[in-house]
């Protein structure tokens, strides 16, 4: 199952009875504070939920394939 940042509004916004557009506001702040921790190089826990973090991947190497070749 896919999770959206609509359908994290519209729960939010159903179980709280808060307004669609205060509902918006929260789920922005909410993940710019994640996005701004997570750029500073800080992991960001939540408890029971998840933890988030930032990892260095190694580089993929291009493969180019011309049509007609093998």
Avoid: H
């Avoid at 609509?6 to 702040?29: F, M, S």
């Avoid at 997570?38 to 930032?54: H, N, P, Y």
Wanted: hydrophobic share 45%; glycine share 8%.
């Amino acid at each position: 199952m896919t999770l959206t940042k609509e359908d994290l509004i519209t729960v939010i916004a159903a179980a709280n009875g808060y307004p669609r557009n205060q509902a918006v506001e929260l789920v922005e702040v909410l993940l710019e504070l994640i996005k701004s921790k997570l750029a500073a190089g800080e992991d960001v826990l939540i408890s029971g939920f998840g933890k988030f973090c930032v990892r260095e991947k190694r580089t993929r190497r291009a493969e180019i394939r011309l049509p007609g070749r093998i």
